[in-house]
């Protein structure tokens, strides 16, 4: 083979593809000088050293959500929650609080900055979260809500929370409802555009300026939004297959966030006090994007985990309904089996299913394992990735490599692996 070219091994399949040899660059003076500088640099080495650290994800202890975002929600960054009205996004995050609460003690602390004026204390205990334990405040412009977020990251800075392993969250319930200082009333009602110019700039120099106090200091931000109808009008083409809802604050937020996720209701069991909802990551840095999941909410209690699995079971044919809640086929009992240690016992009702998940913890931790083990299977994703994620393992270069590699191997063959 000449000299400097190198054969084509996908047009070549007699050719068995060889891993490329570690290439060796010959240092030159320059080179050299290069690096003595970057080593004597200590401010160049600090922000190296960001640019490299990872983000930490905490779970929020509803499963769908969980699966869905591929472990959970990121610490050091901002998460919008957002959804239509009534489908439980204020209850989604008082039951992630009470959930990190019992998970992390006094190692959290809450920070709920409501501007609806709408919180309410028998609401917060219903959900499992502890309202004594909650800095409760009620803002009622967008400057105040960032005002709080400055003070807060002072705090945190000069008691060193973040040496400490303390995380803080702050939850912002919601930005729709929250004017700027410049808008009053009579301008708001009669300049609608204007405010909503207001706001957008602000939330973008805002929301840059605390992404690295964030990160720095162990602040996640959760910030709850409302969808909005987009009125595509005079053009049908964007009226047909255009963006049908957007959230406001402008585009600026929308970069800023880690993760974007929307909450809608699939269908709703009012005689029963129940809907089910779907979460999806219309953004997600921690994981890939557009994943879906559904979890069944109950009115009073929240979301309801084995309720939840049974309605992914179901849906996914993993389980089915004949007389009682059986798997659907052999194989799947038997893995039920190993994981549990028992035969698995036909179960009469959703009732009596929770019941026996609740007070049983093998129990409970099989269905757990069974459920994440299945989920994966419902999304098309890379080998390894999901597993990894979810187990709380890192994924490495040689699986990001490995799942590049089968990625090309599948456009050679033309597997489509895109999501469905």
Do not use: C
């Not at 049908?236 to 297959?241: D, E, G, N, Q, V």
């Not at 269905?367 to 890379?382: A, L, P, Q, Y």
Request: proline share 3%.
């Amino acid at each position: 083979m000449p000299k400097g070219k190198q054969m084509d091994v996908n047009k070549d399949k007699s050719v068995q593809p060889q891993k490329p040899k570690k290439v060796v660059v010959e240092k030159s003076a320059l080179f050299e000088s290069i690096i003595e500088s970057f080593e004597n640099d200590k401010e160049l080495k600090e922000i190296v050293n960001k640019v490299h650290a990872h983000v930490d994800i905490i779970p929020t202890g509803i499963t769908p959500l969980d699966l869905a975002s591929g472990g959970g929600i990121g610490v050091g960054v901002f998460t919008q929650i957002a959804g239509d009205e009534g489908v439980s996004k204020t209850s989604t995050v008082l039951q992630i609080i009470g959930n990190l609460q019992k998970r992390y003690g006094d190692k959290l602390v809450v920070v709920y900055l409501d501007t609806e004026y709408s919180l309410d204390e028998k609401r917060v205990a219903q959900l499992r979260a502890d309202y004594g334990s909650m800095i409760y405040s009620t803002p009622n412009t967008i400057e105040k809500v960032f005002g709080y977020v400055s003070k807060i990251i002072n705090i945190a800075k000069e008691q060193e929370f973040k040496k400490k392993g303390i995380i803080t969250l702050i939850v912002w319930d919601s930005l729709a409802s929250t004017d700027t200082e410049k808008v009053n009333v009579a301008e708001s009602l009669s300049g609608v555009a204007s405010e909503m110019g207001a706001r957008a700039r602000l939330l973008g120099v805002a929301l840059r300026k605390y992404l690295g106090d964030l990160k720095d200091n162990n602040i996640s931000m959760i910030i709850i939004n409302q969808n909005r109808d987009v009125l595509n009008v005079g053009n049908p083409f964007l009226a047909k297959f255009g963006k049908k809802v957007t959230q406001p604050g402008g585009k600026a937020p929308k970069f800023a966030f880690y993760q974007m996720i929307n909450l809608s209701v699939v269908e709703r069991d009012k005689e029963n006090g129940k809907q089910n909802v779907s979460f999806e990551l219309e953004k997600n840095k921690n994981f890939v994007p557009f994943v879906k999941s559904v979890g069944v909410f109950d009115y009073t209690a929240g979301f309801v985990e084995p309720l939840s699995f049974l309605y992914f079971a179901k849906k996914n044919n993993f389980m089915k309904f004949s007389g009682g809640f059986e798997f659907s086929l052999k194989k799947y009992a038997e893995e039920f089996e190993q994981l549990y240690g028992s035969p698995y016992e036909k179960i009469k009702s959703e009732r009596e299913f929770a019941s026996k998940y609740i007070k049983d913890a093998k129990f409970k931790d099989a269905i757990d394992s069974f459920w994440k083990n299945h989920f994966k299977e419902t999304i098309k994703v890379g080998d390894n990735f999901y597993s990894n994620l979810l187990s709380g393992i890192d994924v490495s270069q040689e699986d990001i490599e490995q799942s590049t590699e089968n990625e090309e191997e599948k456009s050679e063959t033309g597997t489509n692996s895109d999501l469905e």
